[in-house]
């Protein structure tokens, strides 16, 4: 699986867009890139993946660069809830082990 | 409700001493793993299985077993754990394949201390 790269945190005001960016420029063809969040030591979550296209979903929007290279989640209107870690991972289309790789993730901390 | 069930949520127990963590999804998923989880290290696989009866090793296997015998269940197994198994575990299924809808759902996790 193609790795990534997240910066290692950052904040936003509650109420406002987040835009967690991701950059995963040895992504090949056959692999979505997904995203998770982990809530303090809570079972990872599933928010949203895609492949080449934008997707949308009642959690969070994914923003996909047209050459793949890069992606953006955003969550449009945060909040305190939202203090997470989030993990963005590119996993293959097919394969016998469906295995998500962590990297570190980014820690979003969303402040009153 | 869809969900990933882990038993125990927390556990003390000694050096030596056999255990087993159970796991149990109602999603009729095909694809089980374990994940476990420690500080500076992220979360490492432990052991996968691809269906029923199909098991196979992950990146930190050792010290571990598992089993599918049902679909639904996919304990895992400490026969003598060791301090460095202190960890946070997770149980996690999802359809086969990586392509769509197959989102992974997660347990709440099992914190296990050997002492």
């Known amino acids: 699986d193609a790795k990534t790269t997240q910066p290692p945190s950052m904040d936003c005001a509650e109420g406002r867009a987040a835009n967690l960016p991701c950059n995963h420029s040895?992504?090949?063809?056959?692999?979505?890139v997904y995203w998770y969040r982990q809530i303090h030591s809570q079972g990872p979550q599933y928010i949203i993946h895609?492949?080449?296209n934008n997707e949308t979903n009642e959690m969070a929007s994914l923003i996909i660069t047209e050459d793949r290279k890069s992606s953006t989640l955003i969550l449009p209107h945060a909040t305190l809830r939202d203090t997470a870690v989030y993990y963005c991972?590119?996993?293959?289309?097919?394969?016998?082990?469906?295995?998500?790789?962590f990297g570190k993730g980014i820690t979003l901390s969303v402040r009153p | 409700e869809a969900q990933v069930t882990q038993n125990p949520r927390y556990l003390i127990t000694v050096t030596g001493k056999k255990l087993t963590v159970t796991c149990s999804q109602n999603?009729?998923?095909?694809?089980m793993s374990w994940y476990r989880q420690d500080p500076g290290l992220g979360l490492r696989q432990i052991y996968y299985?691809?269906?029923?009866?199909?098991?196979d090793k992950g990146d930190v296997p050792e010290g571990y077993k598992v089993s599918r015998k049902e679909k639904r269940n996919f304990p895992l197994i400490l026969e003598s754990p060791s301090p460095n198994q202190t960890s946070l575990y997770f149980c996690?299924?999802?359809?086969?394949?990586?392509?769509?809808?197959?989102?992974?759902?997660f347990g709440q996790g099992t914190r296990l201390t050997v002492v």
């Open positions: 895609g492949l080449k």
């Open positions: 040895t992504i090949s063809g056959n692999e979505y």
């Open positions: 299985s691809m269906n029923v009866e199909v098991t």
């Open positions: 996690a299924s999802s359809h086969k394949g990586g392509g769509p809808h197959t989102e992974a759902f």
């Open positions: 991972i590119v996993r293959a289309r097919t394969g016998a082990n469906s295995k998500l790789t």
């Open positions: 999603m009729n998923h095909e694809y």
